[in-house]
């Protein structure tokens, strides 16, 4: 791992990261999350995914396909297909 990458991390999930220069909030991690899995209809699946990342094992810094993997594997998501999400304009 770089130097100036281990010394910016931020501490706990605040964020997830894309790269070691690029990262998503925890609040656009969530949302990315939601719209990849198309669970925008499961209600309460925001505060689901909240609870749940509370008890993530990783430690920071955290890789975006790690915790996709995570979650996917503790609540049983799975990621849709490209052709069947639907984006935002």
């Not at 669970?39 to 975006?64: E, F, N, Q, W």
Request: aromatic share 10%; hydrophobic share 35%.
């Amino acid at each position: 791992m770089r130097d100036d990458f281990a010394i910016n991390q931020v501490v706990g999930l605040e964020c997830v990261y894309l790269s070691t220069t690029e990262h998503y909030r925890l609040d656009c991690f969530i949302e990315q999350y939601i719209k990849t899995r198309n669970l925008r209809s499961v209600p309460g699946i925001d505060g689901t995914l909240r609870s749940t990342l509370i008890h993530y094992p990783g430690k920071p810094p955290v890789m975006v396909n790690e915790v996709n993997a995570w979650i996917d594997k503790t609540l049983g998501y799975r990621a849709s297909h490209p052709d069947e999400l639907q984006f935002d304009d």
